[in-house]
């Protein structure tokens, strides 16, 4: 039983500790990089094209969402 939680752990762990690394982009940083104001990140988290990780009251976007979107829609989604 102990090798299977081992395995377990083992299997987990690297995705796990990679998501936690993962770059996280401020709300400011965002609307730089695509020109927009609050409201409009604000509909696209609505319409699930960029949606915000909160952390406190805080939103961030993930770096991965936001190279998604650009290669998905360009620059301005």
């Known amino acids: 039983m102990n090798q299977t939680i081992e395995a377990a752990k083992a299997e987990l ?3 796990m500790v990679c998501a936690a690394q ?3 982009l401020s709300k400011k940083e965002v609307m730089e990089k695509f ?4 409201t409009t ?3 696209w988290g609505r319409n699930k094209i960029l949606v915000p ?5 805080k939103a961030f976007y993930r770096q991965s969402d936001v190279t998604r ?3 998905e829609r360009g620059a301005r989604p």
């Open 13 to 15: 762990l690297t995705p």
């Open 41 to 43: 990140l604000w509909n």
């Open 22 to 24: 993962e770059a996280l």
């Open 35 to 38: 020109g927009v104001c609050h």
């Open 53 to 57: 990780v909160k952390v406190g009251k």
């Open 69 to 71: 979107v650009i290669a």
